[in-house]
């Protein structure tokens, strides 16, 4: 279950500038970032971005093939701006090798789990593994549990996702993209934590 059409948003995917080594654009004040959003198939990553980018919630949305691209730009309270380019990546098993397509050269690395599922969470945890071995050794990492407004149904304590999250150097928020519960504090978080590019 997606949220989004698989094909790019042409009126906001402006591809230039991707191939910058470590996915971010930057002077001091406008930050560019690449972002890549990474989980299990229905945990609800294109459901977030949607949610971000749109102020959209599509329960009928169908499921991402291969990825799709979508950018949004926030501004901080420090006056600065930072343009996330965001690779929403499908979860089906069968697109696993496209992923590091991806992340690589991500600045930003989101890990989306259901916290619903504990079998998302194992899947968030190899995500994590992977980003590890293969990702940019200063990508920021977010570890995410989305649907949080399936409280009586959750399987994933707060306190497993809290735990994992703090041993693998990652910050925790759960969100809920149908209610838009933390989705904006997911963004900023992640934008306060960009490392800022000394002025030359």
Known sequence: MGCSSSLPDRASGRLSGLNSENGSVNDAKNLRVKLVLLGDSGVGKSCIVLRFVRGQFDPTSKVTIGASFLSQTIALQDSTT????????????RYAALAPLYYRGAAVAVVVYDITSPESFQKAQYWVKELQKHGSPDMVMALVG?????????????QDGIDYAEKNGMFFIETSAKTADNI?????????????????
Request: proline fraction near 7%; glycine fraction near 2%.
């Open 82 to 93: 930072v343009k996330f380019e965001i690779w929403d990546t499908a979860g089906q098993e």
């Open 184 to 200: 904006n504090q997911l963004f900023e978080e992640i934008a306060k934590r960009l490392p800022r590019p000394t002025p030359s």
């Open 146 to 158: 989305n649907k949080a407004d399936l409280q009586e149904n959750r399987e994933v304590t707060v």
